[in-house]
Structure formats: C-alpha cells, structure tokens
Nanobody, 118 residues
Framework: QFQLMESGGGLVQAGGSLRLSCAGSGRIFSIPGIPVMGWYRQAPGKERELVAIFINGGSIKYADSVKGRFIISTDNVKSTLYLQMNSLKAEDTAVYYC?????????WGQGTQVTVSS
C-alpha cells in the first residue's frame, strides 16, 4: 500500500506562483515506467479534473487551461512529484490531489488547498 502526501498549497495573489510537492511512500515515484502519476484538482461544486500527468514515465499531458503556466516534474532520488504553478488565476482555486496508478490500483493523496485571490 502506497501513501501519497501533498504539501505546498496556500493563499496567493493572482499572477503569483506556488510549487506543490507530493511525497510518495515506498519510493513509488522512483518506479520506472509507472503507468500514471500526476495532479488533479477539484474546485467547489465541480468534478475532479486532470491538471497534469506523466504517462508510462515518459509523455506528459496538461489540461488546456494550465498549458504554458504549470510544469510537472519528478525527483526520482527523493521519490517526490512536483507541480510548479505560475501566473496563477482565480479559476485555479481548488483542492489539488496527487495521484498514481500502479499494479491496477489507484492511489490518492489527501489534497492540498490552493486559493488564488483576484
């Protein structure tokens, strides 16, 4: 059983930046070719949506709404997943969740709140 824990959320003004981190137990983010690892978010009253994910350890998919502003990355030594968020907008306000798929199991973090004030 893997555990994921996000950190780095907070309150920021529009146009600002935040970096989210997700620490994975069992060095999950260091596993070569892990099928899916990435970030999702859920705003109040809305469904959870994809933000940015690695697929099969190689290709990256971004939501159209964050392309050019957010960057997903990993540190295999630290087994940590990151989401650098730049030029933040009020509509980026949401709870951000770290996610991984491994051996056909879905693993989620508890979420971290990001609030962007306009």
């Amino acid at each position: 059983q893997f555990q994921l824990m996000e950190s780095g959320g907070g309150l920021v003004q529009a146009g600002g930046s935040l970096r989210l981190s997700c620490a994975g137990s069992g060095r999950i983010f260091s596993i070569p070719g892990i099928p899916v690892m990435g970030w999702y978010r859920q705003a109040p009253g809305k469904e959870r949506e994809l933000v940015a994910i690695f697929i099969n350890g190689g290709s990256i998919k971004y939501a159209d709404s964050v392309k050019g502003r957010f960057i997903i990355s990993t540190d295999n030594v630290k087994s940590t997943l990151y989401l650098q968020m730049n030029s933040l907008k009020a509509e980026d306000t949401a709870v951000y969740y770290c996610h991984a798929v491994f051996l056909n199991n879905n693993f989620w973090g508890q979420g971290t709140q990001v609030t962007v004030s306009s």
